[in-house]
């Protein structure tokens, strides 16, 4: 791992997320009665664990509001659901106030056009492999895993990873 990510990495005190296309394979299946189900990859929800065991909360920022989201968001114990946005963006002041952390301190793993911006503004940002070529261009680290394929729990090994290197 290169110094720079090391560094990136081991200033990180919250973790960002996008769902569809990141913790689920972008996929949604519909029911005759128009329900929409999504699926969750069972080890990006362990990174959440991982995660909190370490003190760093995630938060997911998503532009999809439906009950889903809401249980798994639950189930995993994440610290904070902001759904519903369309400016992700604008929702960094928020976390930088409530988490009393810098941009630097923040990392956010997004796969399309409405996380560029967020994408831009974080200390470290990431990108599924399968992300669009615009975000994969912005990021600072590129995952070797497809969304809802372990992308978020490779981003989160390698955090936890880089958390445990002595640097000089």
């Known amino acids: 791992m290169k110094k720079s990510l090391i560094k990136?990495?081991?200033?990180?005190?919250?973790?960002?997320?996008?769902v569809d296309g990141v913790l689920t394979d972008g996929g949604m299946y519909y029911s005759k009665d128009g329900d929409v189900m999504k699926k969750f990859f069972t080890r990006d929800g362990m990174g959440v664990t991982l995660l909190r065991k370490i003190g760093v909360p995630t938060i997911i920022v998503t532009k999809e509001k439906n009950a889903i989201i809401k249980q798994w968001s639950k189930k995993m114990k994440i610290e904070k659901l902001y759904d519903g946005v369309l400016n992700k963006e604008l929702i960094l002041p928020k976390i930088k106030n409530q988490f009393k952390v810098n941009a630097s301190e923040v990392a956010y793993i997004g796969d399309d056009v409405n996380d560029?911006?967020?994408?831009?503004?974080?200390g470290l940002s990431?990108?599924?492999?399968d992300a669009i070529l615009e975000a994969k261009k912005i990021s600072f680290y590129q995952c070797v895993q497809n969304g809802g394929h372990g992308a978020f729990r490779e981003l989160v090994d390698q955090i936890?990873?880089?958390?445990?290197?002595?640097?000089?």
């Open 8 to 18: 990136k990495m081991q200033s990180i005190k919250v973790v960002l997320t996008d």
């Open 160 to 168: 936890i990873l880089a958390k445990t290197i002595k640097t000089n």
């Open 116 to 122: 560029l911006g967020l994408l831009k503004l974080v």
């Open 126 to 129: 990431a990108t599924p492999n």
